[in-house]
């Protein structure tokens, strides 16, 4: 379970989140969906950038005290700081989408919800009655320990002392215990599945596969995502909604494997799919990322571009047609790609400052500016990007143009929770930058000349 100790980060406020502007269809309070046996009933899920953002849906359901499953290597039970909590759940009973992309990550101004909160947020609301967490590790039953598991728990944040006592082995790979005062069970891939009797609400994190991959050899995505279709059909469990999320947003899982969600969301909508053929495009990605395995790198480039022809609205293919361009060193055409493939879908902006900081480390500051640009455009809300573009400038002697941003970005009501000393490091950079400027446009003495 070595996976929990690389949750830690995730809890510092250093940690950083670049991704936004989510395109999926945003719910409304009315929306209603009847109880449906997933991957055996046709069912829209609705997918977002964060975990948070799904807050949107599953408050709609807040009367019918529903539980809440969650496949992901995250709990998402972070606390949440108490001057926050009042605004938290202000923000879950009225907020808008726009709402929900202005405050609900770290990567704001003045962010009110994170999503390591986000479960924690839904059981303060009192949107749910019961927390499953399908637990993904590789580990095997026999070392699924619930002292080790609990003390890890407490060590991330999720769970305190006292509830770490009271998580107890109920069965094998099985879990039991409470947070925040509702039942948990945390439940291993190997175990039996659990009976749930009430409705449920599902939510699917790409963390998920992370949790559960290996390589490439033993543990081939498509695989994953079929094992994946075919446990959720099995469970039975009387559905209310489905919510997934990306999670790209800082880089927190790699953008080559964000297809998954797509197609989870695709084999939601159409359970029939697991029974008989694969859509095109899924088979000539299973079959590149086999080629690649085994180093035949031609054939595998050879299909990615196939299924980009084919699927020109495709922005996972379009992303996959990007790689091969990067990877046989087209970049004039692999960064006009790119563009096209953010037009498509925003969330792979996160490549812009990927490569960004590949070309700061090369010393390609002309290029790095660009694409800090086009993620500024792109990520709007993230205050952060600006920052990293003044630092670069200031680096090749453009102080005046530095300071221009180090100022607009100082008036920023920064959070006094999350960034307690932004404000006044930036006053306090903007002041010597000040200084050194008036230094310089001194007039010299007839001594120094």
């Not at 095997?140 to 769970?159: D, H, I, M």
Request: glycine share 4%; net charge negative.
């Amino acid at each position: 379970m070595p996976i929990l100790l690389i949750l830690l980060l995730l809890l510092l406020p250093g940690c950083q989140s670049n991704q936004e502007k989510d395109q999926s269809p945003q719910p409304t309070s009315q929306q209603k969906l009847s109880e449906t046996q997933v991957m055996q009933q046709n069912i829209t899920p609705i997918l977002f950038e964060l975990p948070s953002q799904a807050l949107q849906v599953w408050r709609n359901f807040k009367t019918q005290k529903p539980a809440l499953v969650l496949f992901s290597e995250n709990p998402f039970l972070a606390p949440i700081p108490q001057p926050l909590k009042k605004s938290v759940k202000d923000l879950i009973a009225t907020g808008s989408a726009e709402d929900f992309t202005r405050q609900a990550s770290l990567q704001r101004v003045n962010p009110v919800l994170l999503s390591q909160q986000t479960l924690s947020a839904a059981i303060d609301s009192q949107l749910i009655s019961e927390i499953v967490w399908y637990f993904p590790t590789r580990s095997p039953l026999a070392e699924f320990k619930v002292q080790n598991f609990s003390k890890l728990l407490v060590k991330a944040g999720f769970l305190s002392d006292e509830e770490a006592a009271q998580l107890t082995r109920a069965e094998e790979g099985i879990f039991e215990g409470r947070v925040r005062g509702i039942p948990l069970r945390v439940v291993h891939p190997l175990a039996a599945l659990p009976e749930i009797s009430q409705p449920v609400l599902l939510h699917i994190d790409l963390g998920y596969f992370r949790g559960l991959f290996k390589n490439s050899v033993s543990t081939p995505l498509y695989n994953l995502l079929h094992e994946t279709a075919l446990l959720l059909r099995d469970t039975q469990w009387p559905t209310l909604a489905v919510s997934l999320s990306y999670s790209n947003e800082g880089g927190n899982y790699a953008l080559e494997t964000r297809f998954l969600i797509k197609d989870l969301a695709q084999l939601l909508e159409n359970p029939q799919i697991i029974d008989g053929q694969m859509p095109k495009n899924w088979q000539n990605r299973k079959e590149a990322l086999f080629s690649k395995d085994f180093y035949q790198e031609s054939k595998a480039q050879q299909l990615m571009l196939q299924s980009a022809e084919q699927s020109p609205l495709d922005a996972s293919v379009q992303y996959d047609a990007y790689r091969v361009l990067i990877e046989t060193g087209q970049n004039k055409e692999a960064f006009e790609q790119l563009d096209k493939v953010v037009a498509l879908d925003p969330g792979y902006a996160e490549e812009y400052l990927s490569l960004a900081q590949t070309g700061f480390e090369k010393g390609w500051n002309d290029q790095t500016l660009q694409l800090l640009d086009k993620a500024i455009a792109a990520m709007p809300y993230n205050p952060l990007i600006p920052l990293h573009k003044a630092d670069l400038l200031l680096e090749m002697g453009k102080k005046q143009a530095a300071l221009e941003i180090y100022e607009r970005q100082q008036q920023l009501p920064w959070s006094t929770i999350y960034y307690p000393e932004m404000s006044n490091s930036l006053k306090n950079l903007i002041h010597n930058l000040g200084e050194t400027e008036n230094k310089s446009a001194e007039p010299k003495t007839h001594q120094q000349e």
